[in-house]
């Protein structure tokens, strides 16, 4: 299985995964499972993977369909969840988490995802494929499901730094409107900024300013700025995309999923108290199997890193062969739309509108803002 460079940014062309197989909770054999699953669904899927050969080499050879598919490379250390991003930075070298990423970083793939440690593969990222120019801090975005057929929103950050400031919401803002864009086929996304209320005086000072950069650049930004968004509106159609501080966001995320786990729990429960209510979830099994579907957690896996010089997907630690084929489809779907290109010349044009506007340039007018490539 030999290893193959492809352009990534050609849409005849084969995409490349790199995929760390260690470092989940549910171990490689999770992961392999959601590799039979991709390459079965992508057929311009091809992959990188990383871990112990001596492990992952008898999960292979048992599933023929990954032979022409996947690279396996031999890393013989993990990065375990008790890591500290700081000890990764110095001693990863020859980590599964550190050699996928480095296949990014290399050319070799075109994102990479690994359900290990957030921190430290945040850490690594930023080491080894190093911000976006005039990129202030990283953000994670995650997904959110909606009541609107197949519609997602975009919520950052989800944890990649527990603080922002009002500069960072603004940039936050725009990543987020180029993964709404090019990732999900929205023109012009709605943006909200997350507080506690809508009313214009609540929230802390920072906020009040966020607000008011937000309202002011929205045009530049070619997006529609809505204003202060609740907690009850993450999973609205109301908005394409909530920004938000780290800490916040994080909080949000790990709220939804134990919502959605506690929702089946609830209904396993109900449909099989008694007879009837058995005798009911029979007759309605499709429509409750359509339920199911739409609030698991599991397929909308995979917080992306934004604002590096590549794409890279956190899957959730404890995700299974769905979670990690959901992350695997995510990080093929942007990597195919070049997403990191698309927000490296996002910010790069936003940052010159705003400089000419300052000082009254031509950039002043809201159209020099856009990119004809998004």
């Given at each position: 299985m030999a290893s193959q460079t492809h352009n990534p940014a050609s849409t005849d062309a084969r995409i490349v995964i790199s995929v760390d197989a260690m470092g989940g909770d549910k171990g490689p054999a999770a992961v392999v499972a959601g590799l039979v699953a991709s390459i079965a669904r992508l057929p311009d899927l091809d992959v990188i993977l990383h871990g112990d050969e001596s492990v992952l080499q008898p999960l292979l050879a048992h599933e023929r369909t990954l032979a022409q598919r996947v690279t396996l490379r031999h890393a013989a250390?993990?990065?375990?969840?008790?890591?500290?991003?700081?000890?990764?930075?110095?001693?990863?070298?020859?980590?599964?988490?550190?050699?996928?990423?480095?296949?990014?970083?290399?050319?070799?793939?075109?994102?990479?995802?690994?359900?290990?440690?957030?921190?430290?593969?945040m850490a690594v990222s930023m080491l080894r494929l190093r911000k976006l120019p005039g990129v202030g801090r990283p953000a994670i975005a995650s997904l959110f499901p909606t009541p609107g057929g197949d519609k997602q929103n975009v919520m950052l950050d989800m944890g990649a730094d527990v603080k922002a400031d009002p500069a960072n919401l603004l940039q936050y803002a725009v990543m987020g409107v180029s993964y709404a864009r090019n990732g999900m086929g929205l023109a012009r996304p709605r943006v909200g900024l997350l507080n506690v209320g809508t009313e214009e005086h609540k929230g802390r000072p920072e906020l009040h300013e966020a607000n008011g950069l937000l309202a002011r650049h929205a045009a530049t930004g070619e997006f529609d700025y809505i204003g202060y968004v609740e907690g009850t509106d993450i999973l609205s159609e109301r908005v394409d995309v909530i920004v938000t501080d780290g800490f916040t966001g994080n909080v949000a995320l790990k709220t939804a999923e134990g919502t959605a786990r506690l929702v089946s729990s609830l209904m396993r429960q109900a449909l099989t108290s008694t007879v009837f209510s058995r005798l009911g979830a029979l007759l309605a099994a499709r429509a409750l199997r359509r339920l199911q579907r739409r609030i698991d957690p599991r397929r909308v896996n995979g917080g992306v890193f934004l604002g590096l010089k590549g794409t890279v997907v956190k899957s959730h630690g404890g995700a299974d062969a769905t979670g990690i084929a959901a992350a695997i489809g995510l990080a093929h779907r942007l990597a195919k739309a070049?997403?990191?290109?698309?927000?490296?010349?996002?910010?790069?044009?936003?940052?010159?509108?705003?400089?000419?506007?300052?000082?009254?340039?031509?950039?002043?007018?809201?159209?020099?803002?856009?990119?004809?490539?998004?």
């Open positions: 250390r993990v990065v375990t969840m008790e890591d500290k991003p700081s000890q990764v930075m110095r001693h990863g070298l020859g980590t599964s988490m550190w050699a996928t990423i480095e296949a990014v970083r290399d050319g070799e793939a075109a994102a990479a995802v690994s359900c290990g440690n957030t921190g430290a593969l070049g997403l990191t290109e698309r927000i490296a010349a996002r910010v790069a044009s936003f940052e010159a509108a705003g400089q000419d506007a300052a000082s009254g340039g031509p950039g002043n007018d809201a159209g020099t803002g856009s990119v004809s490539s998004e």
